[in-house]
């Protein structure tokens, strides 16, 4: 079965280092998305993308932020000046086309020190 | 956000059915139902989808009031494997999904 795969599993970080997680989206699909998990919360959505640019995003994703679609199969997160605040499980999704199933991955977990 | 309203948590024994509702009085009219579960230490997983009509597919089924304010997912038969937060979630057409707290489904073997 087709999967979204996500790496790394973990990133230990010090604030106000940039990190970049990356996603490989399953191969037809045309909707990538991130969304965050700090540690017993719920999942909130960051952004959305599509045709090479975003679509949507929300308010938590801010300047410190980017997306990026650097060749056919990669998806990445870019942020720029971590803060502790950051620490999250990030995960990717992707979905063939609007309004069907969305595939997870497993998730990055991302932990500023 | 489109607003939903589960159910904090709910138990179930094992291999009985369990019935998860929802509430969602503000639903417009092209705001797909979505149902999604996170098993622990994992990433979300669909669980099922509809517009108007009920759905099954072979994870559960979906049953929509004729007006679309609330809706129920149906396990058939629950499984230790189910244990798990079960979100339903309008989407809004953009496809962005926005997560409530869910339903923490608690099975009882």
């Known amino acids: 079965e087709p999967e979204v795969t996500q790496t790394p599993s973990h990133q230990v970080t010090q604030m106000g280092q940039e990190v970049i997680l990356r996603c490989v989206p399953i191969s037809n699909h045309l909707y990538f998305y991130w969304y965050r998990q700090i540690l017993g919360q719920k999942v909130e959505f960051l952004v959305s993308?599509?045709?090479?640019?975003?679509?949507?995003k929300s308010e938590i994703f801010d300047d410190q932020f980017s997306v990026e679609r650097p060749d056919g199969s990669n998806f990445t997160l870019k942020i720029r000046s971590t803060k502790l605040e950051d620490s999250a499980m990030y995960f990717c999704a992707s979905s063939e086309v609007r309004s069907t199933e969305a595939f997870f991955g497993q998730g990055t977990r991302l932990t500023v020190v | 956000d489109a607003k939903t309203t589960q159910p904090n948590s709910m138990e179930s024994n094992e291999e009985e059915p369990v019935h998860l509702p929802c509430n969602h009085s503000?639903?417009?009219?092209?705001?797909?139902i979505h149902w999604y579960r996170q098993l622990p230490s994992q990433g979300p997983e669909y669980v099922i989808h509809g517009l108007t009509s009920n759905v099954n597919n072979r994870m559960a089924s979906l049953a929509i009031a004729e007006d679309r304010k609330s809706s129920t997912l149906i396990l058939h038969r629950a499984t230790l494997r189910d244990a798990a937060v079960y979100y339903c979630i309008l989407e809004t057409g953009a496809n962005n999904l926005f997560f409530g707290t869910g339903t923490r489904l608690t099975v009882i073997p």
């Open positions: 993308f599509y045709n090479n640019e975003i679509s949507e």
């Open positions: 503000t639903i417009s009219g092209t705001d797909y």
